[in-house]
């Protein structure tokens, strides 16, 4: 068995400690109010059982929590309040030496805590180290200075989530769709140097890596880039190829005008393949100043194309695309295995979702590229069109930002629609689960309770909102001053668009389904128990609508994708409250509105279902169906995106990609249990070693490849297949 030391760093399981902390508190009083060693022995015990029933790796503190509750249940209270008074004074001893102490730890390789935090980052290479290391000192700042400590108490006891408090200090902001098309018709400036208008599609796309690196260094979340912004200049490498072309062909006596072309189209398409590659190589290899590969998703939507010739240059563009994220991209083995980034997103809409129509080739194409690849992910534009709709009572259809995160309906100063450019404040999650364990079933207390957590989360979020409030615009020169998300002059303060609907800022929330489960007895699918879900969730949206009428800031409820959190919230809820069956009994608790899990069901009930909780989640939102390799069922693929076309905004397909660098094994890394941990061993030789492994999978609506902490690594384990 394991133990978390404060630090971060784990430990083996050391039941001597136990007995000479008990037996120090123990000396210390009168001897008529001492333990007998018999009864010290059983604690000990006891403490060792309840820590290997939760089946992870146990926390300092909660080992201490559970001494504490045994020493009380021998009725020893001298010996209990010694032992709290020595657990208090430990306690203000290092609160002035916590954060050394674990960017030490961080900087040896051995804090199994950060180690896990993110599965998109090495926690082993230096440039992550040194953004770990920042953001120990950003967290410090943040609960010392910067947040009050009720929001700080709340957020520690896993009430609340205020998410990315490493960046906190700084004024950044969380996620965005980057106005590409700005960038490269209009001209921008990177470090300095002033980058003109590209003169082909090759140079279009190395401009755009560069925009994209630059991007993701001046802030923390996703965002989102669109490849219709590059088809333009297919057709200007078109002309200037085709003139090649003429001009090579006439020295040598050729002016066969079908010659021309087929050679000028076929130079085209590779240099579309060449661009292509571009992008893909640079974002998987570059590493921003956050120590990760820029979190970038791809919108492929041909829609937005403005004419039939630029819809045509698009569908070359989304195909070569598709073509080589089925490769993958090579590992340090020379395998070509699924790379986490960028994520794709295709959209499904009249011209290309049926057989027949003009580009269900893209579709047949995506459907192989998810089955190998598990992208792209899927935004029906019917369903879109239906739910995004503007104060004129128009539908939009567009791209999320980075994995889920969704702009609300916007329209400028001349009455268009306009959603490149615009971001995310940040994120405050409430724990949907606590509110309800915390009611202890009553109703009437559930929502009096939920309505304090609601505004604990409030205020949380308006600290977030201030913190940008008069940011300079020198602060992030790409963002604000050269088009990636406005042309604002020097010296010029944001604040104009942090209001009025131009960014939003998200009420998260997790845990709908334990919640649901608590009060109701019932899974949220039941019939009996679906309308207490919506009305959760109806409640969320309309404090939502209430702080935006108060402040004219655009308040909204986004399906938090819990990574590391999951488990974080997990262990709260067990150390509150205990185990509960079907409650809190895992070291995870269930994303957003989903289904859990370990549910059966199949995949097209769970879509049905889920798209109903999906658009009462307009901040952001994204489901999924677990299924297993479908590599030689394209069919049934299809078939499931046809489903989502008519029936649910958005929505991903689950399966796996894993590769053993030892033996060469390419099917499914399976999850083990050794010694109170989840770990991942290959089936055919039993290799441990993750680093000589690659292991992709689905987190919370992108891939992660470097592993995950306990409570996310059982949720994987414990997924059951809707197809």
């Known amino acids: ?217 001046n802030q923390y979340g996703g965002q989102s880039i669109s490849l219709t912004h590059l088809a333009p200049f297919v057709d200007i490498s078109r002309q200037k190829i085709r003139a090649d072309v003429t001009e090579e062909l006439a020295d040598i006596g050729i002016t066969d005008t079908q010659k021309i072309e087929e050679i000028a189209e076929k130079r085209l398409r590779e240099e579309i393949r060449k661009g292509i590659q571009t992008i893909q190589y640079q974002v998987v290899t570059l590493l921003t100043t956050n120590g990760q590969a820029p979190f970038v998703t791809v919108f492929m939507y041909l829609g937005e194309a403005r004419n039939e010739r630029e819809r045509d240059d698009l569908a070359m563009i ?136 609601l505004d604990l989360c409030y205020r949380a979020l308006m600290y977030r909102h201030n913190r940008l409030k008069g940011t300079l615009s020198d602060a992030a020169p790409i963002l604000w001053q050269y088009g990636a998300l406005a042309r604002l002059e020097k010296g010029e303060k944001i604040d104009k668009l942090l209001y009025g609907g131009y960014s939003t800022i998200s009420l998260g929330y997790a845990g709908l389904y334990e919640c649901v489960k608590y009060m109701t007895g019932k899974s949220h699918t039941d019939e009996s128990a679906k309308p207490f879900a919506l009305a959760v969730m109806q409640h969320m949206n309309d404090k939502c609508k209430e702080w935006k009428a108060k402040h004219n800031i655009d308040f909204s409820l986004y399906g938090t994708p819990l990574e590391s959190t999951t488990y974080k919230f997990a262990k709260c809820l067990q150390q509150r409250f205990g185990i509960i069956p079907g409650v809190t009994d895992k070291n995870y608790i269930t994303n957003s509105y989903h289904v859990h899990v370990t549910e059966q069901i199949d995949a097209f009930t769970k879509l049905k279902f889920e798209s109903e909780f999906q658009q009462l989640s307009p901040g952001g939102a994204i489901s999924y169906v677990e299924v297993p390799n479908m590599q030689d069922n394209i069919p049934a693929v299809i078939a499931v995106m046809q489903y989502i076309y008519d029936n649910i905004m958005y929505a991903e397909l689950n399966t796996k990609s894993d590769y053993c660098q030892v033996c060469g094994y390419d099917g499914e890394i399976q999850i083990v249990e050794s010694d109170g941990k989840l770990l991942w061993e290959c089936p055919h030789c039993h290799n441990r070693d993750q680093s000589k492994m690659n292991v992709a999978r689905r987190t919370c609506g992108y891939i992660g490849t470097q592993y995950w902490n306990q409570g996310r690594t059982q949720e994987i384990k414990d997924r059951v297949l809707h197809l």
């Open 1 to 217: 068995m394991k133990i978390i030391k404060r630090n971060g760093a784990e430990v083996a399981f050391d039941l001597n400690k136990i007995l000479n902390a008990i037996r120090k508190a123990n000396d210390e009083v009168e001897e008529s109010d001492r333990l007998t060693e018999k009864q010290i022995s059983l604690i000990a015990k006891k403490v060792t059982e309840r820590a290997k029933d939760l089946n992870r790796a146990v926390g300092v503190e909660e080992i201490q929590d559970f001494v504490e509750n045994q020493i009380m249940d021998q009725k020893a209270f001298a010996v209990a309040r010694k032992y709290i008074t020595y657990r208090y004074s430990r306690m203000l001893a290092r609160k002035s030496n916590t954060t050394d102490e674990r960017i030490l730890t961080l900087i040896e390789c051995n804090n199994e805590e950060v180690k896990q935090e993110n599965s998109n980052k090495n926690p082993t290479v230096n440039s992550v180290q040194r953004d770990y290391m920042a953001g120990e000192v950003s967290k410090d700042l943040t609960r010392r200075i910067l947040l009050p400590p009720d929001i700080v108490a709340a957020h520690d006891a896993g009430l609340i989530h205020f998410h990315d408090a490493d960046y906190f200090a700084q004024h950044m902001h969380n996620c965005d769709l980057v106005n590409l098309e700005d960038m490269l018709q209009n001209g921008t400036v990177i470090s300095g140097t002033f980058i003109e208008k590209p003169h082909s599609f090759s140079t279009a796309c190395n401009i755009a890596t560069q925009i994209i690196a630059q991007v993701a260094s």
């Open 318 to 453: 989304i195909e070569e695309t598709l073509n080589q994220r089925i490769q993958g991209v090579k590992n340090e083995a020379g395998v070509w295995v699924t790379p986490a980034f960028p994520k794709l997103i295709y959209v499904l809409e009249e011209s290309n979702v049926r057989e027949g129509t003009k580009y269900f080739y893209l579709t047949e194409l995506a459907a192989r590229c998810t089955a190998k690849r598990m992208v792209p992910d899927y935004i029906s534009e019917k369903k879109m069109l239906e739910y995004k709709v503007d104060k004129k009572g128009e539908g939009h259809c567009y791209t999320c930002m980075g994995c889920r995160s969704f702009l609300t309906p916007y329209l400028d100063e001349n009455g268009k629609p306009k959603y490149y450019g615009r971001f995310n404040q940040g994120v405050v999650t409430i724990n949907l689960v606590d509110v309800a364990l915390s009611s202890k079933g009553n109703e009437e207390d559930f929502w009096r309770i939920f309505d304090e957590r």
